[in-house]
């Protein structure tokens, strides 16, 4: 980094002071401090004694480029060279792939890359959808060089799983691509979530087993009831995202968890608005900072105004699915976290697909509703932010406006408030929808200048290049590890040890399985017989030679996109167990049943007597849960969620209402229950 020093002593006391107090952006009153410049296929241009990128390679310092200026001066000027169709490119957001990535293909390998996936494929595909990482990727721009250069697309979403490694020359390829284009303009990269321990891995949602460091499931964090360590998991997330070039997470879920059936709980931080909140602040702060900057990662969160209350659980994603009520009239309540997001500054909010019905409120999806954008979320709640559309609401899910035409669509949706829609690679149709005149490009500009204020914020005009090296050594790293285990272990929460089997004495013969049904396999029983065994336990291979029974139950609803439409049930024999082995098995021996809770499981098919001892895990490791058993460690972790206690419970509860407030009776295992030894 340069720094200009100035003869006089009192100027250089006063340029460490900048330094220190005002940040890298020059204004009034202010010495300039020559940042970071990467490059690839632009010239440098030197003025002052100082260096600035040639991005529109005119051979002279135009305002854009001028990193001394203020933002908005910059965007002005950048926004004036663009043409209609770069800003209408820069309004898209695209999936993006590397060659070799096959995880989005139902029918084997296809030899390039695209830029983005056929909607009809995504809904034909979405259930069969795999994440396993991938060896190495081939590096190319195959079907990316016309999204850049033809498309003029600078946002994308990257679904891959790989290494860190070739993440970062990816990026690095892709930057140097846009950089390469007229006008020099950078690209971000989104993601989904990589650092969880999460059952639905399925597209849109999470992307599974990473290199990244391995954090409990959403509600896990949640059920942590630890805002500090919350704190710490989203500051290490960011570390290992920026350096592999990921600048931009689609997440985290504001939403609230009060319909139990809904099947994206598992993404939720629980089902008090208060505790969300709580959460919600901490992970905006943790990954952005107290505001955008160069070491940043530019959340957007969603789904606004909350797509918990849906009817009978289903999901807008589908057709049946596409109607959210409040009955309990909560509506209000739903609301707060999203309230805690703004505060923290999230840089990016995500409407929903479904449409409110028996409200004040259009009956029309989300994202094309006037009085939810405009109304509630800009004027309302003051948000300034990017307006960001889930995957597909104008050719997929266009829920209340299926009378429109592409083109009306597109136009109400914007004029409603949306900047960026996802879910398509061709920005055609559009670009239609302004040279005929149902969009004026003033309003584009406005949409345009939100989404370059969020690159500018964050450096990429300087320097959105990595260093693929680096990045190997940082993922995943050991010391972000050690506290990942600590979240995984304080996510455990104790629910019942009225035997008082828990902790484990030493030596005690233990027969631990685990019981998970994915569909695949022809037994879903696996007797664990941990090796090195550091637990002091001695574990056994059949129940017969044990003093205690530790089974961990994972019930498995399946995705969340081969939902049918048909009612969604709770009961552990609904959702691949084989009650009648769990019954035999826990009735034989004092029993340790663990529970995954990916769901608020209904769990009166298992007998009473068999449910002494109960533990609930929200994505954790077996040497987690062994840890806890065994008393390595003090188990401290709360119910972020309320367990309905039969399906007569589930199906008179008023979906938008958090358990906690339900009549009593409605739950088994309650909100903020807990024990420790």
């Given at each position: 980094m340069k720094i200009i020093q100035p003869a006089s002593a009192v100027f250089k006391v006063a340029l460490l002071f900048c330094t220190l107090t005002c940040g890298f952006q020059g204004s009034f009153g202010q010495l300039p401090v020559q940042p970071i410049l990467g490059h690839r296929n632009v010239e440098i241009l030197k003025k002052d004694n100082?260096?600035?990128?040639?991005?529109?390679?005119?051979?002279?310092?135009?305002?854009?480029?001028?990193?001394?200026?203020?933002?908005?001066?910059?965007?002005?000027?950048?926004?004036?060279?663009?043409?209609?169709?770069?800003?209408?490119?820069?309004?898209?957001?695209?999936?993006?792939?590397?060659?070799?990535?096959?995880?989005?293909?139902?029918?084997?390998?296809?030899?390039?890359?695209?830029?983005?996936?056929?909607?009809?494929?995504?809904?034909?595909t979405m259930n069969m959808f795999t994440h396993k990482p991938l060896p190495n990727p081939t590096l190319t721009?195959?079907?990316?060089?016309?999204?850049?250069l033809t498309y003029h697309l600078r946002h994308f979403i990257l679904r891959a799983n790989t290494d860190a490694k070739t993440m970062a020359e990816w990026s690095n390829n892709?930057?140097?691509?846009?950089?390469?284009?007229?006008?020099?303009?950078?690209?971000?990269?989104?993601?989904?979530?990589?650092?969880?321990?999460?059952?639905?891995?399925?597209?849109?949602?999470?992307?599974?087993?990473?290199?990244?460091?391995?954090?409990?499931?959403?509600?896990?964090?949640?059920?942590?009831?630890?805002?500090?360590l919350t704190r710490e998991f989203a500051e290490i997330a960011a570390q290992e995202w920026s350096a592999v070039g990921l600048r931009k997470g689609y997440m985290y879920m504001a939403d609230l968890a009060t319909e139990p059936r809904w099947m994206r709980i598992e993404g939720t931080f629980g089902e008090n608005a208060d505790l969300v909140s709580g959460m919600i602040r901490e992970i905006v702060l943790g990954f952005q900072g107290n505001k955008l900057g160069t070491h940043s990662v530019a959340l957007t969160t969603k789904h606004f105004p909350g797509g918990g209350p849906q009817v009978e659980g289903q999901d807008p994603h589908f057709e049946w699915g596409q109607d959210q009520h409040y009955p309990g009239g909560m509506f209000d309540y739903h609301l707060k976290p999203f309230k805690a997001a703004i505060d923290a500054g999230t840089s990016a909010i995500m409407p929903y697909y479904a449409k409110p019905i028996k409200t004040k409120f259009e009956e029309v999806g989300f994202s094309y509703n006037e009085g939810i954008i405009k109304d509630l979320l800009r004027k309302k709640l003051g948000f300034k932010g990017i307006i960001n559309s889930d995957t597909g609401p104008i050719d997929m899910m266009p829920w209340g406006v299926q009378n429109l035409s592409i083109l009306q669509r597109y136009q109400k949706a914007i004029m409603s408030g949306v900047d960026i829609f996802s879910g398509s690679a061709n920005p055609a149709l559009l670009i239609e929808t302004v040279k005929t005149g149902l969009v004026s490009e003033k309003r584009i500009d406005e949409s345009v200048e939100k989404l370059l204020k969020e690159k500018f914020e964050l450096g990429l005009f300087e320097n959105p290049y990595v260093d693929p090296e680096a990045a190997l050594k940082l993922v995943g790293n050991p010391e972000f590890q050690k506290m990942g285990d600590l979240a995984l272990r304080k996510s455990i929460v104790l629910l019942r040890n009225e035997s008082k089997t828990l902790p484990l004495s030493k030596k005690v013969k233990v027969y631990f399985e685990t019981y998970y049904d994915n569909g695949k396999t022809k037994n879903p029983i696996s007797v664990v017989k941990p090796e090195p065994n550091k637990w002091n336990l001695d574990f056994v291979s059949t129940p017969e030679e044990a003093d205690v029974v530790l089974v961990w139950l994972i019930p498995n609803a399946g995705s969340l996109f081969g939902s049918t439409g048909t009612?969604?049930?709770?009961?552990?024999?609904?959702n691949k167990v084989d009650v009648a082995h769990i019954n035999q098995l826990t009735s034989s021996k004092p029993t340790i049943l663990a529970i995954n809770f990916s769901s608020p499981w209904v769990i009166d098919e298992i007998d009473k007597g068999n449910l002494k001892t109960v533990l609930a895990t929200f994505g954790t490791t077996k040497d987690a849960l062994l840890d806890v058993v065994s008393g390595n460690f003090n188990p401290s972790g709360k119910m972020p969620i309320t367990t309905p206690v039969s399906n007569q419970a589930v199906l008179d509860n008023q979906s938008d209402v958090p358990g906690f407030m339900k009549p009593k009776g409605y739950g088994l295992f309650k909100f903020g229950e807990g024990l420790s030894y």
């Open positions: 100082l260096e600035f990128k040639d991005l529109n390679k005119n051979k002279r310092l135009d305002k854009y480029e001028d990193w001394r200026l203020p933002v908005e001066i910059r965007i002005k000027d950048l926004i004036s060279q663009m043409s209609l169709e770069e800003k209408i490119g820069f309004m898209v957001i695209s999936t993006t792939r590397m060659a070799g990535d096959f995880s989005f293909q139902a029918n084997g390998p296809k030899p390039e890359i695209t830029s983005g996936f056929n909607e009809e494929d995504l809904v034909q721009a195959a079907g990316t060089t016309k999204a850049v892709l930057q140097a691509l846009s950089e390469s284009s007229r006008l020099g303009i950078p690209s971000i990269v989104a993601s989904n979530p990589r650092n969880h321990v999460t059952m639905d891995n399925s597209i849109g949602l999470s992307v599974g087993a990473t290199v990244f460091s391995k954090w409990p499931g959403e509600l896990g964090l949640a059920a942590m009831n630890d805002l500090k009612p969604i049930l709770l009961n552990l024999s609904k």
